[in-house]
């Protein structure tokens, strides 16, 4: 049984932040499939052993390389809007997308936690769980101010939202601001 978690006291940082870059990157440029531990050791300037010491495979190495892109900006601001709070998360993640390999890199996960049942739970508690929890507070607080209705579904809102970010990233089909902001319209004239 892998574990994907791997042991942070026994790293040296600027080699874990470089294994890091150099998992996005060339998977951004390659894909996930086309990208080993070899690969990224050498981009990275370290020894394979070194990447094998810390994580137990190329999933777990991607997935530390996408929670830790991602998790600058899933963090949800607080201006008393919450469409326009939701909007600006969004659009902190069509940047991470367009201008790096993230969505590259969150499709190769999801394609290899397919066949392996660990790296998808491992994705599941480490970036999709945390991000639902954090939503659904963000939304409660929305619900107690006014923001939203207080029988919106809330849930349901969650689901439109990220699961249109989440069907057009997975196919890689074009995620604009004009469609954040139809979609964003289109779920929040309904719950207001």
């Known amino acids: 049984m892998p574990d994907h978690a791997p042991d942070p006291l026994r790293r040296n940082e600027r080699s874990r932040?470089?294994?890091l870059d150099a998992s996005i990157a060339l998977i951004g440029e390659l894909g996930y499939d086309k990208v080993s531990i070899e690969a990224i050791a050498r981009?990275?300037?370290v020894g394979k052993q070194t990447i094998y010491r810390w994580?137990?495979?190329k999933g777990a190495v991607v997935l530390e390389a996408a929670t830790h892109s991602l998790d600058p900006v899933?963090?949800?601001p607080d201006t008393g809007d919450f469409a326009a709070?939701?909007?600006t998360q969004l659009r902190g993640i069509l940047k991470l997308i367009a201008n790096t390999g993230f969505g590259s890199a969150y499709r190769g996960l999801i394609a290899a936690g397919q066949s392996d049942p660990e790296l998808l739970s491992a994705l599941f508690d480490q970036i999709i769980e945390p991000?639902?929890?954090a939503f659904g507070r963000r939304a409660a607080l929305a619900q107690e101010r006014g923001e939203l209705r207080d029988d919106a579904d809330v849930q349901a809102l969650r689901d439109v939202v990220y699961g249109f970010v989440e069907y057009?990233?997975?196919h890689a089909m074009p995620i604009k601001?004009?469609?954040i902001d139809a979609l964003l319209k289109i779920a929040f004239d309904g719950v207001r």
């Open 177 to 179: 601001p004009r469609h």
């Open 131 to 133: 991000n639902v929890q």
């Open 55 to 57: 994580w137990s495979s």
């Open 43 to 45: 981009r990275a300037g």
């Open 85 to 87: 709070d939701l909007r």
């Open 74 to 76: 899933v963090s949800f």
């Open 168 to 170: 057009r990233l997975i």
């Open 17 to 19: 932040q470089a294994i």
